[in-house]
């Protein structure tokens, strides 16, 4: 699978809300390679003078007609508030595709809880879309502090069950992800979780004590995406530092130290 | 077409004068897909040492004013594997492949260095005793003119192709260091590696790195690395290799005219992974543009 720098179209800035907008990326002369779910973009942030490296960002969904895909983008710093300030015919310097996805299993038939919670149900939209494409049926469980967390709800459900839960109660079950009924009412047959580091660790928790393979995607801090600069290091299960942007970013929770 | 070649000792010979900084670039098989490597003077690889190296904890690096700090301290899977698994994969790229080497012994330096020794395809190797983010060794030695000389004496006796010494900015006066490796044979020295630098979470009220001070890099180091290629070039006669910050054709050129004669682009491959190549073409057209023939023409042009 190729990896491409080039300057991408910005065809929609879509706001979700104040500091959340889903961005779409045109490539108005090549055919898009091929992206795989869980696949992430190294995004070269122009006109914000103190970001001075490109920000990874994961890949929300891919429109193949519209030869198009899109970033769920969530403004924490100068560099993803000066992308939410892009306009539609903008161009945006991407390295893409990068890394490893979530795998989509073979056969037919299988039962998936992806887990995720803020801006990490990013990736989880487009690989429901790609499970349910291959015959799988996947649930969504997605949590937040609060209902207004809670983004794309009306996408997701259109590939599979959604279940939510908010903290404050004020959307979906009361408490956190772990908390879910759904948990205890289905059963599943792999778990994906993509989100704050505590709610992935509980995530894979729970699917450790009923021995179901867990995948998790990581970010964490990140330079080249490419696996040259061995910056954005986890260790593994073995105490070996592997890459999250080329070896991961997502990565089976058995691999890691999670359980220690 | 302006002339690009330069060589670095009798044994190095360089299509044009860019080369990629160790660390930054891999094993130049990350970039193969973005950029054509057979169009770069060199690639020198990541940080080899004898045996292999897991680095530091993550977090490993923090975003700084126009530069980065990293503490990655030599993470690698040490020479054998190096000879073993991925020499074959690069011998036969299209440009030249040099080996950063580090230790922590002047022992091991040189028994790393041998290994190199027997690679046909490799040759030159860059010799880092400036790396600011281990503890055993590293910059300990080229802090020193007794430490960074004992070093390039033991490798000096077990290497025989082109010796390349990468220097450390960390120092009082990096001349007399440079004069030191000079005396010891190293047939060219490199500068400069990474300003030791900090970056304090104030939220959390600590270092954002796992060790606490990391290595600054990028364009902020930039004058302070054009100044210490003026200082190193007026005071030996071996060639200087330049670097630290280089993002464009014109960046480097300020180099070559402080007295380099060739550069190391190595942050700016994050920012932009076909940065290096851009520079070399960029170098060649600068040249053009101004009726330079030669780029021999314009090294050292700003003493």
């Not at chain 1, 889903?22 to 055919?31: K, S, Y």
């Not at chain 2, 220097?167 to 001349?175: G, R, Y």
């Not at chain 2, 900090?198 to 959390?204: N, V, Y």
């Amino acid at each position: 699978m190729s990896k491409h720098v080039k300057d991408l179209v910005v065809t929609a800035v879509e706001k979700l809300r104040d500091d959340y907008a889903v961005i779409h990326l045109h490539d108005p002369a090549a055919t898009l390679p091929e992206i795989l779910p869980g696949q992430f973009v190294e995004v070269r942030v122009d006109h914000s003078p103190n970001t001075f490296l490109r920000r990874p960002i994961s890949i929300n969904e891919v429109d193949i007609n519209k030869n198009e895909f899109s970033l769920l983008v969530h403004a924490v710093g100068e560099g993803t508030k000066a992308m939410l300030a892009l306009k539609p015919g903008d161009k945006l310097n991407c390295l893409y595709p990068l890394g490893h996805g979530f795998t989509i299993p073979e056969g037919s038939g299988r039962q998936l809880l992806l887990c995720g919670g803020g801006v990490g149900t990013a990736p989880l939209l487009y690989y429901g879309r790609r499970l349910k494409e291959a015959g799988h049926e996947p649930t969504f469980l997605l949590g937040g502090r609060s209902a207004r967390d809670l983004l794309q709800l009306d996408q997701f459900e259109q590939y599979g069950r959604v279940c939510c839960t908010t903290e404050d109660g004020t959307y979906g079950e009361h408490g956190r992800v772990t908390d879910h009924s759904v948990l205890k009412s289905q059963t599943f047959d792999a778990v994906a979780t993509c989100g704050p580091m505590p709610m992935m660790q509980a995530v894979a928790r729970w699917a450790s004590s009923l021995n179901l393979p867990c995948e998790a995607s990581l970010e964490n801090l990140m330079a080249c995406g490419l696996g040259a600069c061995l910056c954005c290091v986890v260790k593994t299960i073995d105490n070996h530092n592997i890459c999250v942007c080329q070896d991961g970013p997502v990565f089976n929770t058995q691999q890691l130290q999670w359980q220690k | 077409m302006a002339k690009v070649n330069v060589n670095i000792g009798d044994g190095l010979q360089l299509k044009n004068p860019v080369l990629t900084a160790s660390g930054t670039f891999g094993y130049g098989l990350e970039f193969a897909d973005l950029i054509d490597l057979g169009r770069l003077g060199g690639i020198i690889v990541k940080g080899t040492t004898l045996n292999p190296r897991e680095g530091n904890d993550y977090p490993r690096m923090a975003e700084t004013p126009m530069g980065m700090l990293n503490c990655v301290g030599l993470q690698n899977k040490g020479a054998a594997y190096f000879c073993s698994e991925i020499y074959p994969k690069i011998k036969d790229l299209d440009t030249n492949v040099l080996v950063n080497v580090s230790g922590s012994s002047p022992e091991d330096y040189a028994e790393c260095a041998a290994m190199m020794a027997q690679l046909d395809n490799i040759p030159a190797i860059e010799l880092n005793i400036s790396c600011p983010n281990v503890k055993d060794g590293g910059m300990a030695f080229g802090v020193t003119c007794e430490g960074a000389a004992s070093v390039v004496k033991a490798v000096r006796k077990a290497y025989n192709k082109t010796l390349i010494v990468k220097l450390s900015p960390n120092v009082t006066d990096i001349a007399s260091i440079a004069r030191a490796v000079e005396d010891e044979g190293a047939d060219a020295v490199s500068l400069i590696n990474t300003l030791m630098g900090m970056h304090i979470d104030i939220r959390r009220r600590r270092s954002v790195l796992s060790i606490g001070t990391g290595g600054l890099s990028g364009p902020a180091v930039r004058p302070v690395a054009v100044r210490m290629v003026w200082q190193v070039a007026h005071a030996v006669k071996i060639p200087v290799i330049g670097l630290g910050g280089i993002m464009t054709a014109e960046d480097a050129i300020e180099f070559l005219m402080a007295g380099a004669t060739a550069i190391e682009v190595g942050t700016a491959n994050f920012i932009d992974p076909c940065a290096s190549v851009k520079i070399a073409e960029g170098i060649n057209r600068w040249l053009d543009e101004q009726g330079v023939a030669d780029v021999h023409d314009i090294i050292g042009a700003a003493w």
